[in-house]
């Protein structure tokens, strides 16, 4: 059976961005990543509080990963961003590799730039780490477009 991982990259840990999640998840056994939870130093400012390689060994196991963030300033979160900047040239950032990934991103009132860039930014993350996007849908905090286009 595959391994679900729902990885929420809002600093409100039980905010729109969970909610969505999980109602998107309510029929597939899975586990919750909080990446609020978690010390994520900034790419060329890392430290010994880093906890990135804390977060690999959450994701090294599973099959498919439900990235969730908030939209914030016509993009995805900062919390979000700053994994992905993290990626660079980390080479435990290999535990990537083969996962199946879908990202989902809720604001107030997102606009089509803010569709496009996330959009953009989603696909060209999965070619270069070598992950299969399986769909990325952007809009409303109520949630309930991509509760309907992210179906398990
Ligand atoms: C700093 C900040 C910037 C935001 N920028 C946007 C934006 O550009 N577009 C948008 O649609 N919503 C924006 N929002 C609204 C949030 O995306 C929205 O409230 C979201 O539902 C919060 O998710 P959460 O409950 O998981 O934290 C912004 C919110 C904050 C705090």
Redesign the pocket.
């Known amino acids: 059976m595959n391994r679900v991982l729902f990885m929420n990259c ?3 840990k039980n ?4 909610r969505i999640g999980e109602k998107i998840l309510e029929n597939v056994e899975h586990d919750v990543l909080q990446m609020a939870d978690y010390k994520i130093c900034q790419y060329g400012q890392v430290n010994e509080e880093d906890q990135i390689r804390d977060v690999f060994k959450e994701i090294e196991e599973v099959d498919i990963i439900v990235i969730g963030a ?5 993009t995805v979160s900062g919390i979000l961003k700053t994994f992905i900047d993290r990626l660079y040239l980390l080479p435990e950032a290999e535990v990537l590799k083969g996962k199946k990934f879908y990202l989902f991103a ?5 606009d089509e730039a ?1 569709k496009n860039t996330v959009t953009f930014l989603a696909n060209r993350v999965a070619t270069l780490m070598g992950m299969e996007l399986k769909e990325v849908v952007i809009d409303t ?1 109520d949630g309930n477009e991509i509760i309907d286009k992210l179906n398990f």
Request: charged share 0%; no cysteine.
């Open positions: 809002s600093p409100n905010g729109n961005t969970y908030p939209i914030y300033w016509y809720q604001g107030s009132a997102p803010t905090s």
